[in-house]
């Protein structure tokens, strides 16, 4: 069991000690345009891929239906969201109409 605690300790060290190294020397060092253009775009992709699997995968299987709610609930908040341009209502529109399709048994 002290192996087991010893070794999440060390990951979770090495863990910290990467990202904090990359936070802290990213002052010191001068990135090229370029790279600090794209970094723009990591967390638009990393949310993307999270959200879009959980919208689209039905047990394993991409679901473009209209019988998926999770779907529908989507593109109604990214209407929200283009209308609006508030995030707040955005999550909150597109959490009200999942929970009410999901009610309705859609």
Known sequence: MLNLWLTLIVIGLITFAYRFSLIFFLEYIQLPGWLRQSLRFVPIAALT??????????????TLTWQNERLLAALVAAVVAWRTKNIFLTIALGMVSLYALQRIGW
């Open 49 to 62: 891929a999270i959200t879009v699997p959980e919208v689209l995968v039905r047990s394993g299987a991409l």
